[in-house]
């Protein structure tokens, strides 16, 4: 069997960028791992395996998906490996994305038990399997297309973002999104009876969507949603407000239209945090009058008060320990003249920040621009012959004196 009957295409193998490479017979299989959608890095690859052999491996196929199995068979796997595993029904065909050790910690994060039945690897895929597994995929986005304007004739209220096939072609899976139920009986049949394959329908959120087509988000990296998040869980604005940050929906929504899932990220320390904080349904009393909860600054342990309820002007920042002083006083019925201390000012100090070498400026670099071009005339002076002509007039009073 010849080269050019062997070797795969790059862009065809669109499930994470790996190519097939039969110049290299070392390592034929070249993986770019940071163009797969939940990237899992094994960590544990440059140490000795343990005695029991894990014989479960995670193979990744087209965008997010992910499943284990097992390889009864002890075939040697490594990441890469372009593999033929059980389907229902056929077979399909997959990227091994982990092997080892490490995938034991993956079951236990994914809440799977080892008793589990895993579904089988049969072998390393053929180079007729990789052929057929190319023609399903070049197929993909024209089967998309037309589904899509099935369920518009149909005027079903639903979005066919994605169509995956399996790798011997006999099944698809259609994943769509919908707001609301939608009976797509008709349409599977009209799928089925044009394909002549069988149809699994799949609803999916906007948060899988998301996930499923990638993206940069605010903070300049890459979704969370398509590198390490695969279960998904309810984020409300309650998390916002414990990390007191701004309600405003352009800022807490994500790509996706929904509340960012980084929300839930530092959650659980700003609760903590919190728990040495006083309510902020407590008023503070002094001589100058009532004064109500306006934001509190955790990390800094700085609260906000200000005399006007419904208008937050003048508010004056306190500390944490000047809070609890005057809670206790009141508590007695003692009524401190002010709220602040006498060196307020000395509270922003606690903040343990100083821009001693001036990086945060927004006007540094604005003197060193001024003083390079002040500098450059110089420069070019001792280049050009007006310089010269300046020194000549001396060279020849020199010689007069000599003389």
């Given at each position: ?42 960590w ?9 052999v ?21 075939i ?19 990227i ?12 236990k994060k ?159 320390c ?85 821009d ?48």
């Amino acid at each position: 069997m010849n080269r050019d009957e062997i070797m795969i295409s790059e862009g065809k193998i669109s499930r994470g960028c790996t190519k097939v490479d039969f110049e290299d017979l070392a390592r034929p299989v070249h993986t770019s791992d940071g163009c797969c959608k939940l990237n899992v890095e094994n960590w544990l690859k440059d140490l000795p395996q343990s005695a029991k052999v894990c014989n479960i491996v995670e193979v990744r196929f087209k965008n997010t998906r992910k499943e284990f199995y097992s390889n009864i068979n002890n075939i040697p796997l490594r990441n890469g490996d372009i593999i033929a595993v059980e389907a229902s029904p056929g077979h399909d065909i997959g990227i091994v994305s982990l092997v080892g050790d490490l995938v034991y910690l993956q079951l236990k994060k994914n809440g799977i038990s080892l008793d589990s039945e895993f579904k089988r690897i049969y072998r390393k895929a053929k180079i007729l399997d990789v052929e057929k597994w190319e023609l399903a995929i070049e197929s993909e986005i024209p089967t998309m297309l037309k589904a899509r304007k099935l369920a518009e004739e149909l005027k079903l209220n639903m979005k066919i973002g994605d169509v995956e096939f399996q790798g011997d072609k006999t099944k698809a899976i259609f994943y769509y999104i919908a707001e609301e139920r939608v009976d797509f009986r008709a349409l599977i049949r009209i799928l089925a009876d044009t394909f002549r394959i069988r149809i699994e329908m799949r609803q999916i959120g906007a948060r899988q969507e998301a996930g499923r087509i990638g993206g940069i988000g605010p903070c300049g990296r890459e979704l969370c949603c398509a590198t390490h998040i695969k279960s998904f869980v309810s984020v409300s604005t309650n998390s916002a407000r414990n990390q007191e940050l701004s309600l405003n929906p352009q800022k807490l929504a994500g790509q996706c239209g929904k509340l960012k899932c980084c929300l839930n990220f530092e959650i659980d320390c700003y609760i903590d945090a919190q728990k040495d904080f006083p309510s902020s349904t407590i008023e503070l009393k002094s001589k100058n009058g009532t004064a109500f909860h306006v934001k509190t600054e955790i990390y800094k342990k700085i609260l906000w008060y200000s005399y006007d309820k419904e208008h937050a002007f003048n508010a004056i920042p306190l500390p944490l320990e000047r809070v609890r002083e005057i809670i206790k006083l009141n508590s007695k019925g003692v009524i401190p003249d002010e709220l602040s201390e006498k060196n307020p000012v000395n509270m922003f100090n606690v903040v343990g920040y100083e821009d001693t070498v001036g990086q945060e400026s927004l006007t540094r670099f604005d003197d060193k621009e001024k003083a390079k071009k002040k500098k450059k005339p110089n420069r070019h002076r001792s280049k050009n012959g007006n310089s010269e002509k300046q020194h000549k007039p001396k060279k020849e009073n020199n010689r007069k004196e000599n003389k």
